[in-house]
DNA sequence: TGTAAACCTTGTAGCAACTACAGCTTCAAG
DNA sequence: CTTGAAGCTGTAGTTGCTACAAGGTTTACA
């Protein structure tokens, strides 16, 4: 259609939506990005639509969704004229997670504070931070942190 | 010293302190765990010292803190005389990421929320969150939500 | 036109913290 | 003494990239 086609060298379009070539090429192989066109030389070459389609899976991925979540958001975006409710369960799904996400994390801010407050700073022998982990007894909460909690 | 030395097997230490004989194994090889005794057919067995130390560490597991840390935090442990400065250094520093990881994810929460209710319910075209998606603009904050958030 | 810097290519390995096999051996109960 | 559960090692998979190594291409400038 246009004279301006396929001229973004992947450097370019990572540097666009704010990421690496490197994942680039990684969002080309688990396909979440089509094939890119190349140059004799065998180098990738990418369009505005290519921009689109990246900055679109970075957002997502800043919103926390999962690849397979965005492939779906993705596949859904492209057929315009189906109703949405899919795109809505699947963000819904993604809020229930980061709630409860939120709510572990509160809890178990509450914890870290408590001992740490309680802790009067002599020996290791009585402090109260080794206590607290020696001995799930003395939480506020029973089993409410369990699973996976791994921070950024 | 005692009679009763080492007479428990992997899964059953595994179950006390809730976690599995492949994670203990793991713990081992890393180097969290002592090598265990072992029986003349080379299975292993544990004494309640084993016990006690792997509950530490799946404690601190389940505060969130990271292997590395919980590596330190054992050491520290095993050093009762020691003042307790570095542990309430690395207690600290944890909190501080568990803040600033709840900070982000209630941010990201409203996000949600609000591209969510306004949502309309009719066709992938119009629907919010796909633009809200599509385009950073439309967030509430600019670039607060950036960087590692998956969820557990 | 030559050349050098900056960029690109593929393939592979690494990160965290496990988890899940496969293929075999050992243990404990009856 | 048999049987079935549990244990052994070693390797590969998970998620979402990131970081090389060892080369090839492009581009800018002299």
Do not use: N, W
């Not at 066109?37 to 926390?64: C, E, N, P, S, W």
């Not at 509450?110 to 700073?121: D, K, P, V």
């Amino acid at each position: 259609m246009s004279m301006i086609g396929q001229s973004i060298s992947i450097g370019e379009l990572a540097r666009r939506a704010d990421c690496k070539p490197e994942t680039v090429r990684y969002y080309e192989r688990i396909g979440l990005l089509r094939d890119a066109t190349r140059t004799g030389g065998g180098q990738r070459r990418y369009g505005d639509d290519a921009v689109r389609r990246l900055t679109f899976i970075r957002h997502a991925r800043d919103f926390g969704f999962s690849v397979e979540s965005v492939r779906e958001l993705l596949a859904m975006s492209d057929q315009p004229d189906m109703p949405c409710q899919e795109v809505d369960a699947i963000a819904t799904h993604h809020l229930k997670k980061v709630e409860s996400r939120l709510q572990r994390l509160s809890i178990l801010r509450e914890e870290l504070q408590r001992m740490i407050t309680q802790c009067a700073g002599g020996k290791v022998e009585s402090c109260r931070i080794i206590e607290v982990i020696s001995d799930h007894q003395l939480c506020i909460t029973e089993k409410s942190h369990g699973g996976a909690l791994d921070l950024g």
